[in-house]
């Protein structure tokens, strides 16, 4: 059942608990999630362009990706709030549709016109020209702008994860692959690393470093964390509890894909083969999909809950993807189910990319923030590349957007920008406006000079 925030018990007295709190141990070191005990989580902050009251909460962005496009024909939803009703592939969203904006229109002008695939994608996230053969150039991307920003108020600047390892060499179109293999970039000329492994992405939430690994993070806090217990409110020592607890199941889970992975590495070094040439599972990624899917979204959840970090990008799937779905009953992989993107298989694909999207965005709701839940306080968006995998037409693109980012956005409405002029449909022009609400105040981004209206 979903956690609501409560009245604060005031039968406990307020203590001299740090603001930041974190939970340590023997080569662990565990950020805590809010905590009524503590008056409030951020610095006062003065009003801005961007609206931010003076008491102002984490405010987080989150940007999800599935390259070649979705099934057009059940894409849609109509009405508004409690009445939305929402298309076949969007069905994994009803529980939540009142927190939804269904965006129709948007485009990327430098992904028009240029060909297939890597150029459809490199920019993505930055609305940056991107340049062909050996020399990568491009854009910083909306993340990282955020995090150049806002992340010298978190332990982390950002968070990049991925589900597929990159891959290397040149598309036919003579863009680099660099450009379909990445969505995060820190400038023209370089994505950010992007980490695909669970356990390695587990242990930099919770600095989790050396040989101590393989002992349960919990363990290693107990002593803080019983200190902790005895100063905060009788709430708060439920909501540690709850918090802890779904640490301890997300870890469980990690502990195995660890092992695969160590095992992985030693085959490595045996083959003198580099890990990431090699296939899923020997390369020691999750063997099932779902699960390395699950896993990244519960890890995003995890480090916006406890502020360790508040921008994060997941790449589901890269551009021309190989994975296969046979939990699904499809037979082809991403890429060649895609050019039949009006199938019934591929309605699947796109359904089950959009329930990990309603994944992430649930755990968020669950998560209470004393006026409401950190998925209210954070903006998260859901895109491909294209609008259409047979046709490669990225002239309007797929996007979601969820959360109300503290109040800032309003929710549970379809918007569609298909008959504006392609000056007042730009998708630079949504990142502004959402800049503006983390903040971040700029003149221009990407090839947007002005923000979107109606958002």
Same mark, same amino acid.
């Given at each position: ?273 580099? $890990? #990431?040439? %090699?296939? =899923?599972?020997?390369?020691?990624? *999750? &063997? ?8 990244? /979204? ?58 990990? $999207? #309603?994944? %992430?965005? =649930?755990?968020?709701?669950?998560? *209470? &923030? ?8 954070? /903006? ?61 105040? %700029? ?13």
């Amino acid at each position: 059942m979903k956690a609501r925030p409560k009245q604060p018990d005031r039968t406990a007295t307020p203590t001299a608990v740090p603001r930041r709190l974190v939970l340590q141990g023997a080569g662990v070191a565990a950020c805590l999630p809010w905590l009524e005990s503590i008056s409030v989580w951020g610095e006062t902050a003065p009003n801005s362009p961007g609206n931010i009251p003076n008491k102002s909460y984490p405010r987080r962005m989150a940007a999800l990706f599935m390259a070649c496009g979705v099934n057009a024909d059940h894409w849609w939803a109509k009405g508004s709030g409690a009445d939305m009703e929402l298309g076949k592939t969007l069905q994994p969203l009803e529980s939540i549709k009142t927190k939804v904006n269904v965006i129709h229109g948007l485009f990327n002008q430098s992904a028009v016109g240029v060909g297939i695939h890597p150029g459809q994608t490199g920019n993505i996230l930055s609305g940056a020209s991107l340049r062909k053969g050996a020399e990568l150039g491009g854009g910083i991307s909306l993340d990282q702008m955020l995090a150049n920003h806002v992340g010298q108020q978190t332990a982390q600047a950002s968070l990049v994860l991925g589900c597929e390892q990159p891959i290397t060499g040149y598309h036919e179109t003579n863009f680099s692959m660099a450009y379909s293999s990445h969505i995060s970039w820190q400038n023209a000329t370089s994505p950010v690393p992007m980490e695909v492994y669970p356990s390695l992405a587990f242990d930099s939430l919770f600095e989790n470093r050396g040989s101590r690994r393989n002992k349960s993070v919990l363990d290693r806090i107990q002593d803080h964390y019983a200190s902790l217990n005895r100063q905060v409110s009788v709430a708060d020592r439920a909501r540690l509890d709850e918090y802890l607890t779904s640490v301890r199941e997300v870890e469980k889970r990690i502990e195995r894909l660890r092992t695969e992975q160590n095992k992985a590495i030693q085959r490595t070094q045996e083959k003198g083969k580099p $890990l #990431a040439s %090699l296939e =899923r599972p020997d390369n020691g990624l *999750p &063997e099932d999909i779902r699960e390395h899917m699950r896993l990244m /979204c519960d890890i995003i959840a995890m480090a916006f809950q406890t502020d360790k970090t508040r921008v994060a990008t997941l790449l589901l799937c890269r551009d021309i993807s190989g994975l296969f779905y046979p939990f699904l009953d499809v037979r082809k992989a991403h890429h060649p189910a895609s050019h039949d993107d009006l199938s019934d298989e591929y309605e699947r694909i796109s359904r089950f990319y959009c329930s990990q $999207l #309603a994944y %992430l965005a =649930r755990r968020l709701d669950e998560m *209470p &923030e004393e006026d409401g839940t950190v998925l209210d306080h954070s /903006c998260i968006l859901y895109m491909s590349n294209m609008w259409s995998g047979s046709k490669h037409d990225s002239s309007k693109l797929p996007l979601l957007q969820v959360g109300g980012l503290d109040g800032t956005l309003q929710t549970g409405r379809v918007l569609d920008y298909r008959d504006k002029p392609d000056d007042e449909r730009k998708l630079c022009s949504l990142y502004l406006s959402i800049m503006d609400r983390m903040g971040v105040n %700029l003149p221009q981004f990407g090839d947007a000079r002005s923000r979107l209206a109606g958002i």
